[in-house]
């Protein structure tokens, strides 16, 4: 079954104690990306990656990091987390097409729930 | 400052009429528009797109309208359906300039029986 796995769905920490959330996709897709949800917000990507050591900043990069060392995994790292980081974040991945096709529809994992106090 | 917004938070409809979800953008080099639909507990799923070389596209009950000199763009449900209930989130791209989708906020549709 095609699908983008994330680990973990909930996690409660305290500030500033490193932590990973793992997002592995089995679709051999090239793009993948993090999104955050927050309420009136809708989703603000973090980072996205185009392709295997390639990644880029999406629009609230602060207080994250990524790596695509392997095409199938894209891990989100709060080295450091802080309250204001306690969000539902969506790890997400399409293929790129060409045409009209291309990135047309984005996977998107089950959500992590992440609370830091 | 929201590059794509959906003014209307919630959305309620009796089964069997129209729905009609309401998204407005503001930057010009968006070209492909996006409809994704949540269930609580899940990751967003696709539901219907287009691009701006179009003005409408149907799937079934859904259909999205662009109006582009207006910078909006709806998704009209007909019939509603009690399944339908979900927030729903309108996207945009700008695709021809690189990779990164822009979500609105979403707006939260409930179907009455």
């Known amino acids: 079954e095609a699908q983008v796995t994330q680990n973990p769905r909930y996690l409660i920490t305290v500030t500033g104690k490193k932590l990973t959330v793992t997002c592995s996709q089995n679709m051999n897709h090239e793009y993948m990306s993090w999104y955050r949800q927050d309420p009136g917000l809708g989703l603000r990507q973090i980072y996205y990656?185009?392709?295997?050591?390639?990644?880029d900043k999406g629009d609230v990069p602060e207080g994250y990091k990524v790596s695509r060392k392997e095409k199938r995994n894209f891990p989100l790292i709060l080295e450091s987390p802080s309250p204001n980081q306690t969000s539902l974040y969506f790890c997400a991945s399409s293929s790129l097409g060409q045409g009209a096709t291309w990135n047309e529809k984005l996977f998107f994992g089950s959500g992590t729930q992440l609370s830091v106090l | 400052d929201q590059q794509v917004k959906q003014n209307s938070p919630s959305l309620s409809v009796q089964e069997g009429r129209i729905s009609i979800l309401n998204c407005d953008y503001t930057?010009?080099?968006?070209?492909?528009f996006l409809w994704y639909k949540k269930y609580p507990a899940e990751g967003p799923t696709f539901l219907i797109s287009?691009?701006?070389?179009?003005d409408k596209n149907e799937d079934g009950r859904f259909t999205v309208f662009l109006n582009k000199s207006a910078k909006h763009l709806s998704l009209h449900i007909v019939p509603s359906q009690p399944g339908d209930s979900a927030v729903y989130f309108c996207a945009a791209s700008p695709r021809l300039y690189g990779q990164n989708f822009v979500f609105g906020p979403g707006t939260r549709l409930s179907v009455l029986p």
């Open positions: 990656s185009m392709n295997v050591e390639v990644t």
């Open positions: 287009i691009s701006s070389i179009k």
């Open positions: 930057n010009s080099m968006f070209d492909y």
